[in-house]
DNA sequence: TTTTTGACCAGATTTTGTTTTTAGTCAATT
DNA sequence: AATTGACTAAAAACAAAATCTGGTCAAAAA
């Protein structure tokens, strides 16, 4: 008699175990096997879901950079007053997002996608993206004539996240006095002053 | 009968040896013993110069970031037009000087100023020289109507500091395509870029 | 027949024990 | 008084053995 698939959404709960298991342990301290035990399941299982272990890792991050790219969808579409104000807004709100994620606990997957040398090229995407968001955003900051639409292009929106790359992981923190990791505030504080350098400056370079 | 100092610049030999054999061979890789026989010596007579080898690196180290801070000394002094334009030369210069000096040979002692976490702390002076040398800068901008005198203060020279930090090592180049590190054509264009919002940012911030 | 499993393997990683190197000292030498 | 290099303790490099783990697949379960 055929056997029916016991468990439909199978390929999420090891999503969700991994995220779990990942944060806690680190990704490579963390085995097929801890993830497989964890869901009372069979090691060959978690390959019929995934091709590799860092299929899985790939997977898991690219969930939340979905979250953080939804945040700046939605804020894109709805733009009330100035474009250049709202971006200035979006990007405090983004450097808020990952620095929670990142700091919950400094295992956690999302922080290779910030700090990781070796996976950095994987994440090409997710930084294309990005860019183009913002594009996004100069383009309506054009539209509205805050800037000329010469300067809507894809070098400027290059330039801006070179100008806020300091406000994400991992956080050289060179020229203020204190020694350990920045406080949560101190990143709002410094995000609000940049941010506000940066938009102003995109403004002037209209004239 | 009392013996006579056999050489008087010894520790400048020293100094010497050290970025040559530190840049050829790297600093771990260098051992005191390297030094003494580059230069015909006995061991222990280095020791008589320095206390330890850590000393001789962070001279070396110290040396170098003279030089740039020289530079920058020289060009506050003699501020011609614009002194917010001068800055933003300043910095087109200070990056590009860092710039060859790290890629001529990535073993050079005056990368780790920009890339070692271990040393990162015992830079700290180097850091804190280079925000006042900004600060300079933003108060004869304050001097010269260019920004309001409030904004000429430390808080603001660390945001602009933070906001120039992509300019500098490690170069994090996320958001282009290209693969490999930048070349110094591609630093040169995104510093002018990036400076030139910077600096019409706190310009703008003015008003 | 289809789904699930865990024993199995090769390669990578960790551990353990050994040898070599080296920062720093100091009694002997110049 | 100035200089040296043999010396030491600790660290680093190395090698060998033991362990772990990503991925496979024949067999078991349904």
Same mark, same amino acid.
């Given at each position: 008699?055929?056997?029916?698939k016991?468990?439909?959404?199978?390929?999420?709960?090891?999503?969700?175990?991994?995220?779990?298991?990942? &944060?806690?342990?680190?990704y490579?301290?963390?085995?097929?096997?801890?993830?497989?035990?964890?869901?009372?399941?069979?090691?060959?299982?978690?390959?019929?879901?995934?091709?590799?272990?860092?299929?899985?890792?790939?997977?898991?991050?690219?969930?939340?950079?979905?979250?953080?790219?939804?945040?700046?969808?939605?804020?894109?579409?709805?733009?009330?007053?100035?474009?250049?104000? &709202?971006?200035?807004?979006?990007?405090?709100?983004c450097?808020?997002?990952?620095?929670?994620?990142?700091?919950?606990?400094?295992?956690?997957?999302?922080?290779?996608?910030?700090?990781?040398?070796?996976?950095?090229p994987?994440?090409?995407?997710?930084?294309?993206?990005?860019?183009?968001?913002?594009?996004?955003?100069?383009?309506?900051?054009?539209?509205?004539?805050?800037?000329?639409?010469?300067?809507?292009?894809?070098?400027?929106?290059?330039?801006?996240?070179?100008?806020?790359?300091?406000?994400?992981?991992?956080?050289?923190?060179?020229?203020?006095?204190?020694?350990?990791?920045?406080?949560?505030?101190?990143?709002?504080? &410094?995000?609000?002053a940049?941010l506000?350098i940066?938009?102003?400056?995109?403004?002037?370079?209209?004239?």
């Amino acid at each position: 008699m055929a056997r029916t698939k016991s468990i439909h959404n199978r390929a999420e709960l090891i999503e969700e175990a991994a995220v779990e298991l990942f &944060s806690r342990y680190g990704y490579e301290r963390t085995s097929i096997e801890d993830i497989a035990k964890h869901l009372g399941i069979g090691k060959g299982s978690v390959y019929l879901e995934f091709r590799t272990k860092e299929e899985i890792l790939m997977r898991v991050v690219e969930k939340h950079a979905l979250k953080i790219q939804a945040m700046m969808d939605e804020r894109t579409e709805n733009i009330k007053g100035s474009p250049l104000e &709202s971006l200035k807004e979006t990007f405090l709100m983004c450097a808020l997002m990952v620095y929670d994620y990142v700091t919950r606990d400094f295992h956690t997957p999302e922080a290779l996608l910030y700090t990781s040398l070796q996976f950095k090229p994987r994440f090409s995407a997710f930084y294309v993206r990005k860019r183009e968001r913002v594009l996004k955003f100069l383009k309506r900051a054009a539209e509205a004539g805050e800037i000329s639409p010469r300067k809507a292009n894809e070098k400027t929106a290059i330039t801006f996240l070179m100008g806020a790359a300091s406000l994400f992981p991992p956080y050289f923190n060179n020229y203020t006095e204190s020694e350990q990791r920045m406080t949560r505030d101190e990143l709002e504080q &410094s995000a609000k002053a940049l941010l506000k350098i940066l938009v102003d400056g995109l403004r002037e370079s209209n004239k």
